[in-house]
Structure formats: C-alpha cells, structure tokens
C-alpha cells in the first residue's frame, strides 16, 4: 500500500539546529553558573525533549528547582534565537516540494517544545506541512506514539499509510510504539550504527534517496 502520509521528525532530520540548540543550552548554564557544554555532547543529549536536554546538561546532583530554573531560562533566550543558525538539509525543501507534488500528506512530529516547532515551521517550511506538533499539554513525548497517533487522527490516515523518517533511536522506537513503518536519515545527529543496534533497518544518506525509497513502496 502507498505512503499517502509521511511524518518527520524536525531536529536532525529536516533541520540542522545543533548549533542553536548548544548556543541556547550554554547560555541558560552560564547564566546559572554552570560550565558550558561542547557541540558534540549538546548532539549525544537532544532526542527526548528540551527538559531531557537540560537534566542531561547540568552537572549531576543539583536540585530539581534549579533544573527548572535552567529550563526556564533555554526556553525564554531559545524563543527568540531558534532560527539564528538553524538551516534545512541540503535537499529538504526540494523532498517536500516534491512529495506534495506527488500528492503525499506531510507533518512534523518533534520533542521540541510546541511554540518553537510552529514556529520554525513557518520560518523555514511555510505550506509545505499539513500538520506538525510538538510537546504540549495532555501529549506524551517520543517514543510514545500520543503525538504520531493525534497527526494521524487529525489528518485521517491509518498507519499503514504512514512512514515516520527520523535521525534518531527515539524516533526508530516511536514508529515502533505506534504500530508503523519507519526510515532513519544518515545525516542527522545519530550515525548508521549507532541506529542499527537500536533497531534501524531501512536508511537513506539523501533526500533524493528518501523521495526514491517513499515512491517505492507505491
């Protein structure tokens, strides 16, 4: 049966936003009094969320009320800085372009909080997604598939009609828990073997190798 729906994840597989990301995570730390963090540990904590990201970040041992208060401070100084580095992959804008060209249904399902999802979606993707989601109020974060499950009903498709492309081990077990196909991106912020020991098995290294593989299964 053909993909009528394909779902993304946004950090690592449609948008580059490390480098944000480290500069928002180093500045709530410094501003705390915390020693800042290298791009390559910013790259090993992001999957399971801004909060996730903040527990990962911290030195061990501090407070919960201080976590928050570092969470506190990403989220405002993020707000306003999520699009100030922040690129698509090489090939994206052309993939999405091309599937909906093709009549293919797209959305977003990300960890990130929902404000900058929807934001990040009209500054670099505008009409180009049917739906997208982040986390909020009353969804559970990836791997549940609470909000996977809320793209699907809003958009009325069953997921055998759905594929879920994603760079991470998170988004592998989300397609998982939701009962659908799944396609890891080589590109993102996890590599190949990484992702094959948690259970990847269909990769692609390029938008145009994604485009080919979704086509395929029509």
């Known amino acids: 049966m053909s993909y009528q729906l394909v779902i993304f994840d946004l950090d690592g597989t449609i948008l580059n936003t490390l480098e944000d990301l480290e500069d928002a995570t180093n500045y709530a730390l410094e501003q705390h009094g ?3 963090r290298s ?5 090993r904590f992001v999957g399971n969320g801004i909060r996730k990201l903040i527990e990962r970040a ?3 041992g501090i407070p919960e009320e201080e976590i928050d208060g570092v969470h506190r401070t990403f989220s405002a100084y993020y707000q306003l800085h999520c699009a100030d580095k922040t690129r698509p992959y090489e090939g994206i804008l052309w993939l999405l372009q091309r599937l909906r060209a093709a009549g293919h249904l797209t959305a977003v399902v990300s960890n990130k909080e929902d404000t900058a999802v929807q934001s990040l979606c009209r500054h670099y993707f505008d009409g180009l997604f049917d739906y997208a989601i982040g986390e909020r109020d009353g969804i559970r974060r990836k791997p549940a598939p609470d909000a996977v ?3 699907l009903r809003r ?3 069953d997921t055998s009609q759905a594929v879920y492309v994603g760079d991470s081990e998170v988004d592998i077990e989300t397609a998982a828990n939701a009962g659908m196909d799944s396609i890891s991106v080589t ?3 996890r590599d190949r073997e990484f992702l094959e020991s948690r259970g990847g098995r269909r990769f692609v290294d390029t938008p145009e190798e994604l485009y ?3 086509e395929e299964n029509k």
């Open 149 to 151: 499950w809320e793209v």
């Open 155 to 157: 958009l009325q498709t």
């Open 58 to 60: 911290v030195p061990a």
């Open 39 to 43: 791009l390559e540990e910013v790259r």
């Open 34 to 36: 915390y020693p800042r």
């Open 212 to 214: 080919d593989m979704i």
């Open 187 to 189: 590109w993102g912020f």
